[in-house]
């Protein structure tokens, strides 16, 4: 696994502390047991084969696994020090995930936390390949998250959202929007939300549009530019940005969505994922107008 990680067997023998021959000679062994050439050896480095690739993806979930159930075994014995690996894939579940985190580090000191940001498309994928333990997003169709469970965590509306002062504020209808400048969090033709808003007015989508994934960088564009965006209403009540922020008093309501939990379908919830969810829930219900989701997953 170091080795693909690596692209080179220098680079793992490095990593591992150990001699590059005997990197060698350990892949070459695991190679002769399987009976498949696993990597591809050029002067550039390696890349794994597609023998490689199917075996890696299930040794890394097994390697996860093994290392959770080195945790939970330590923790009946008294010792701390689990880990959470976090996917954020749409602005809902950051807006709660801060809170969830803060808390969860305040019952778990010890723990190590991962945090990574990302659309569901990335995300999604990663928590397959067990390379995360959770991801925070959108819903999406059943047969695009094959081998994943969802657990909806909150159902809601987004609003459009604008810098105070913006020459558009007081505009009331979707389609005089259609030539301002937007900020999408998912590419033309992935379904989005805005996409779909206009389609249902029969509007194409905008033409002049940035193309931004990150929750940070859309919040400082839309405070410092003329780009229109798609935000919960919670946040714009947020400390960074209810002075500076304003939602449009559009007409037509935007489609609803769900936002919950997606993790592996064939293994247990670990005990930092159990308490992290319960943390995300209850940062939930402290919202009094959160819509929130059911269900167990």
Known sequence: MTVIDCGSIRGAARVLGVSQPAVTKSIRMLEIELGAELLH?????????????????RARIAQTELQQAREEVAALGGEHGASLRIGVGSAPAALFAVDAIVRYRAEHPDDRILVVEGPGRTLLPLVRDAKIDVALAQRVNPEDAPGL?????????????????????????????????????????SGGVLEEAFLAEGLPLPVHRVHCESLALTLGLMLNS???GLLVPQMLRHPLARSSLVQLP????????????????????????????????????????????????
């Open 149 to 189: 469970k969802y657990r909806p965590l909150l159902r809601t509306r987004l609003v459009v959202a604008a810098r105070r002062g913006h020459p558009l504020a007081s505009v009331r209808s979707l389609g005089d929007l259609h030539t301002g400048e937007w900020l999408i969090y998912r590419p033309p033709g």
């Open 250 to 297: 559009i007409a037509q309501p935007l489609p609803a969505v769900s936002v919950g939990m997606y993790r592996r379908a064939d293994t247990p919830l670990s005990r930092a994922v159990t308490s992290f969810w319960s943390h995300l829930t209850a940062a939930v219900k402290r919202v009094p107008d959160a819509a929130t989701g059911t269900g167990r997953g």
């Open 41 to 57: 050896r050029t002067t550039g480095g390696v890349t794994p084969t597609a023998a490689g690739r199917a075996f890696s993806a």
């Open 226 to 228: 003329d780009l229109l």
